[in-house]
């Protein structure tokens, strides 16, 4: 099983020239800028995007939306 780690993306996730293929892919924290639900649903279209099996997102201490609106 392969792992792909990456973390502190701000919204900035556009910008990674290349992701290594893996099995799973886990983003540890700060995958958000401003920390609204439009950053959300950014970077959960982008995921979709990626050819990893399973995806794990650990929301950092930037990643508040996730704990202020739920759902």
Avoid: Y
Avoid at 4 to 27: A, F, K, M, Q
């Amino acid at each position: 099983m392969r792992l792909v780690c990456i973390s502190d993306t701000h919204s900035l996730h556009h910008r990674i020239p290349e992701i290594p293929e893996g099995d799973v892919l886990i983003h540890s924290g700060d995958c958000l800028g401003a920390g609204t639900l439009e950053n959300v649903e950014n970077l959960n279209d982008w995921l979709g995007t990626l050819p990893h099996r399973h995806k794990i997102l650990i929301a950092g201490n930037h990643d508040w939306v996730f704990q202020e609106a739920p759902e």
